[in-house]
């Protein structure tokens, strides 16, 4: 894992970029020339702060490992660092909020069951209730007919003993 800390001690600590690099035409062994590539700190070619090689000792890639050095130098380190202390504390914030979303939706989801259990026992009161009366308004049917067919009877009872 890559100390973010010490690494941005490290930048602070180090010349200040933006960085540029020059190649410098130099006599090699046996005088033939060779290209060594140095790296200034820009606005001041006078101050080398580092020889990436030649050409000949870095396997051809001199060129390009001189262009990653003064791509990578102190100020875009920083702007790196800082860039992904951004991020980190975004996703930070982004998951408390999921987390608190989360306990939400479980509240929610508790609140609901409650709601379903008080509807199912409101449900079989009512169903209870109906059926009671139902059998209450069968029970009444019954009477009133028994009823009738007494009245039935006795008026005729009655005209019976009249009439005679």
């Known amino acids: ?15 200040p970029g933006p960085w ?22 820009s606005g001041n070619d006078n101050s080398a702060l580092m020889s990436v090689g030649t ?14 050095v003064v791509a990578v130098n102190p ?12 991020m980190t504390d975004d996703r930070n914030s982004w998951e408390q909020q999921n987390s608190d979303r989360v306990d939400q939706v ?7 069951e409650t709601v379903k259990h008080d509807r199912d026992v409101w449900q079989k009161l009512h169903m209870d209730r109906c059926n009671e009366l139902l059998a209450a308004g069968s ?9 009738h067919t007494e009245s039935t009877r006795q ?3 009655w005209l019976h003993n009249k009439r005679t």
Request: proline share 1%; aromatic share 4%; glycine share 6%.
């Open 20 to 41: 540029n690099g020059r190649i410098h035409e130099v006599n090699g062994v046996n005088g033939l020339p060779r290209q060594r590539r140095y790296i200034h700190q």
């Open 106 to 112: 479980l509240e929610i989801a508790k609140e609901l």
């Open 139 to 147: 029970s009444l049917d019954e009477a009133n007919k028994a009823m």
């Open 55 to 68: 050409s000949h000792y870095s396997g051809g890639n001199a060129q390009n490992n001189m262009e990653y």
């Open 155 to 157: 008026m005729q009872n």
């Open 75 to 86: 100020v875009a380190i920083i702007a790196l660092l800082d860039e992904l202390r951004d």
């Open 1 to 15: 894992m890559i100390d973010h800390e010490e690494l941005r001690k490290l930048a602070l600590a180090a010349t």
